[in-house]
Antibody, heavy 126, light 106 residues
């Protein structure tokens, strides 16, 4: 059974860099059928997609965060990471890591996030 | 970017009711749509993939339909454990985008 687990500081000061790691167990990040992604959720609000990374290091990011975000992968450790620079209180959220699977359904390609970590709350405050 | 407009934002319902939630995409996304259920303090859980396929382990009272720009999630007979928030997600094009969510409450 695939499991994802986020880890990292729960408190980050304004203007500093938020860094989180997602450790994957029960499966390999090198599998070519998947991207690996980050999603966040401010307290009491909806879900926001941050970005995804492929095992090769190829990435896609949210345009609203692109100037501040980096997602990287370490296949040797079966981990992928999120870095978000110059954080403000608006970046306070629960951060989830998740697997983006690609598959064929009824003859056509498709994708979705099928496995999620439990989430970790990151608060931006001095 | 593709905008996902989800409605209603909240719905009050009773056990046994039929509940319908809709998502409209700002442009055609074929069937690249998934539905998630999120309960307080938990990560989202995949209910429906490829617009209308039921994820393994999900009760058959949940169903999805639609393609192109208009999609629907239906709960045929609401159960106590179904009171939660539901989100749609389009994966046709990066950036991926979620709907704003629908809170199903008593």
């Amino acid at each position: 059974q695939l499991q994802l687990q986020e880890s990292g500081p729960g408190l980050v000061k304004p203007s500093e860099t938020l860094s989180l790691t997602c450790t994957v167990s029960g499966g390999s990040l090198s599998n070519t059928d998947y991207y690996w992604g980050w999603i966040r959720q401010p307290p009491g609000k909806g879900l926001e997609w941050i970005g995804v990374v492929y095992s090769s290091g190829n990435t896609y990011y949210s345009p609203s965060l692109q100037s501040r975000v980096t997602i990287s992968v370490d296949t040797s450790k079966n981990q992928f990471s999120l870095r978000l620079t110059s954080v403000t209180a608006a970046d306070t959220a629960i951060y989830y890591c998740a697997r983006l699977r690609y598959y064929f359904d009824r003859g056509g390609p498709n994708s979705d996030f099928d496995y999620w970590g439990q989430g970790t709350l990151v608060t931006v405050s001095s | 970017d593709i905008q996902m407009t989800q409605s209603p934002s909240s719905v009050s319902a009773s056990v046994g009711d039929r509940v319908t939630i809709t998502c409209r995409a700002s442009q055609g996304i074929y069937s690249w749509l998934a539905w998630y259920q999120q309960k307080p303090g938990q990560a989202p859980n995949l209910l429906i993939y490829a617009a209308s396929s039921l994820q393994s382990g999900v009760p058959s009272r949940f169903s999805g339909s639609g393609s192109g720009t208009d999609f629907t999630l239906t709960i045929s007979s609401l159960q106590p454990e179904d009171f939660a928030t539901y989100y749609c997600l389009q994966t046709n094009t990066f950036p991926l985008t979620f709907g704003g969510g629908t809170r199903v409450e008593i």
